[in-house]
């Protein structure tokens, strides 16, 4: 199972007529790209469900997948359609209440990400807590897939430690951060390629112990 060329290529036709005219002109080319990617993520979730627990294969990949128009409404851009294609896995589908895997399909700019973006406030302080007590298994849950904490994602990380936090902390770094994610860019070759599934799902093995690690940090406080 692969990401097909006609699904880069809408997509980039897409980001250069970003209108309603045009989409609605080649919707048949829009519901293409759309049963494509959907084909791929319910294979996604099959394969994640082997090594996975808390991924099964009643999710719906329908139920994972976001919505191609955008919410215009606060946004000075008013560019009707996003240009790409994305899914978010977790327990419960596209269920932002918890680590989950989060694939995106834009040409040249895609990626596979797992972790927890922007938690909750008791899930982000259950998560540094459990750094702060076990930063050496944090660390070696890490090195384990292969990563360093530079792999972590720094969106949002704060410029202060967080309240209850000393500057002189040895993690604070990671303290300050309040997603943890680790991504890995896709090229167009490699989800066009045959072998794409295998890919994919070989980086989400190695990101799977960060995953589980903030699973149980924060299912100790459910």
Not at 19 to 30: A, I, L
Not at 77 to 93: E, Q, T, V
Not at 148 to 155: C, I, K, N, Y
Request: proline share 5%; glycine share 2%; hydrophobic share 40%.
């Amino acid at each position: 199972m692969n990401i097909s060329t006609s699904t880069f290529e809408f997509l980039a036709n897409l980001s250069q007529n970003n209108n309603r005219e045009w989409f609605q002109e080649h919707k048949v080319s829009y519901e293409a790209a759309l049963q494509n990617v959907k084909a791929f993520v319910e294979e996604l979730i099959v394969e994640l469900s082997r090594f996975d627990p808390q991924i099964n294969t009643d999710i719906n990949a329908s139920k994972c997948m976001f919505r191609i128009y955008r919410d215009v409404r606060f946004s000075k851009d008013k560019s009707p359609y996003k240009s790409w294609l994305a899914a978010g896995i977790s327990i419960d589908g596209r269920k932002l209440d918890g680590p989950e895997y989060y694939i995106h399909i834009e040409p040249n700019n895609s990626f596979i990400a797992a972790g927890y973006w922007r938690p909750k406030k008791e899930h982000l302080d259950a998560i540094r807590q459990e750094i702060d007590y076990n930063a050496e298994a944090f660390r070696e849950v890490l090195k384990t897939g292969q990563w360093a904490v530079e792999d972590l994602s720094t969106e949002d990380k704060l410029s202060r430690p967080p309240a209850g936090y000393n500057a002189d902390d040895p993690q604070i770094e990671i303290l300050k951060l309040k997603s943890f994610i680790i991504h890995q860019p896709l090229s167009n070759k490699e989800l066009a390629d045959a072998d794409a599934m295998k890919t994919i799902i070989n980086i989400c093995k190695r990101i799977y112990p960060l995953k589980k690690f903030i699973q149980e940090a924060i299912d100790l406080e459910l």
